[in-house]
């Protein structure tokens, strides 16, 4: 059996965390979805803009939507959508057979925003609107001012990705966030159509102390912040406020472990997936990641629900000088800001693009 297999019968969704229309046109995300058992995507600005600025896939749409007077972000949000509305098709079997648990795909509001509550939510529900599919999430950064709005886009009827947590606090209030806005729907008696996972990153963790403790402790930060992560959320899980959503008819929100390509050339290039396996939980990991997970990958042992012993690790960290719930904090504006600098990226490539598509005309 497959590793890849073998994690979807543990109980873990295996995604994709990427898209480009190349995957989509030549049969190859079909493939992933029939042999490698993926079962949802993710995207980001950095996805998109690698895709849009190395395939020459998308000139002919561009040229079109340029023909019709659009630029910029409205070109780009075009684009995106026409790519992951295919992709939510694709996947739309999985949603109903698991009842909306499984067969997701994301889509991410501007960086740009992500500290603009009002404007987050009032993107999150056009571009909900736009997609016009029940398993097409919209991505929310969980920052401070991001959380408002996920609770106001959840009422509304909008699915969310919370992107961008670190930490378990982090994780906590973006759980909240999700908790408030289920409850007032039931307040309101609204339909239970709506979910959400909430997405912790973990590679960027040991990258951000790499050489900075000793060699005995290096790449073991991210597996113990999510043994952290991982034990608040099954006693989560487990607590009466949220078993009262899942008697009302509504899916927990699920965790999701994303950033879970190996970025040290010395470890293995599967360690962010075998050390994560759980159930009731996603990892959507990169395209390498995943081939090389069905290529030479094992599955031992399933994360321990009281986080075994990632306390003691953390504390072996703090010995060492790593101030966690600072490096939290950090690493959550290094995220946002790498974003954003994608994503300024994305529009001069759409922009450069459009000009020389618009000589050859």
């Given amino acids: 059996m497959k590793a890849t297999q073998a994690l979807h019968e543990l109980g873990q969704s295996l995604w994709l965390d990427n898209i480009t229309r190349d995957l989509l046109d030549t049969g190859t995300l079909k493939r992933y979805i029939d042999d490698l058992s993926v079962t949802g995507l993710t995207s980001n600005p950095t996805i998109f803009d690698h895709a849009i600025k190395n395939s020459p896939t998308y000139d002919p749409a561009i ?49 740009l925003l992500a500290y603009d509550t009002a404007t987050t939510l009032a993107e999150a529900r056009e ?4 997609a016009a599919r029940p398993n097409l999430f919209i991505k929310i950064p969980g920052t401070k001012e991001g959380l408002p709005a996920i609770e106001e886009a959840i009422l509304a009827g ?18 909240e966030a999700y908790l408030r806005g289920i409850e007032r729907r039931i307040a ?20 951000a102390v790499m050489g900075k403790t000793p060699e005995a402790l290096r790449d073991k930060l991210g597996i113990a912040i999510a043994g952290r992560i991982y034990k608040a959320y099954c006693d989560l899980l487990a607590s009466p406020r949220w078993q009262a959503i899942v008697k ?28 994560l396996a759980a159930p009731n939980t996603v990892n959507t990991m990169p395209e390498g990641t995943l081939k090389a997970l069905a290529d030479h990958g094992q599955v031992g042992g399933v994360m321990p629900r009281d986080g075994g012993d990632c306390e003691q690790v953390l504390a072996e960290f703090g010995k060492a000088g790593i101030d966690i719930d600072a490096l939290a904090a950090q690493l959550q504006t290094e995220g946002a800001k790498a974003f954003t600098d994608s994503w300024n990226d994305l529009m001069k490539v759409i922009e450069s693009k459009s000009m020389v598509l618009a000589k050859g005309a």
């Fill in 63 to 111: 040229q079109r939507k340029m023909r019709d007077g659009k630029s910029g972000e409205a070109l780009f949000f075009e684009l995106a959508l026409e790519d992951l509305t295919r992709a939510a098709d694709m996947f739309r079997g999985i949603h109903d057979g698991t009842k909306g648990v499984d067969g997701w795909v994301s889509l991410e509001v501007s960086p």
């Fill in 127 to 130: 571009l909900h609107a736009r």
């Fill in 158 to 175: 909008v699915s969310v990705n919370v992107t961008l947590l670190f930490s378990r606090e982090q994780y906590l209030a973006a759980a």
């Fill in 188 to 207: 309101a008696g609204l339909d239970t159509g709506v979910g959400s996972v909430a997405s912790v990153f973990i590679s960027r963790w040991d990258v």
């Fill in 248 to 275: 009302a008819g509504y899916n927990p929100q699920r965790l999701l472990w994303a950033s879970t390509g190996t970025k040290d050339p010395k470890a293995s290039d599967v360690l962010y997936i075998t050390g």
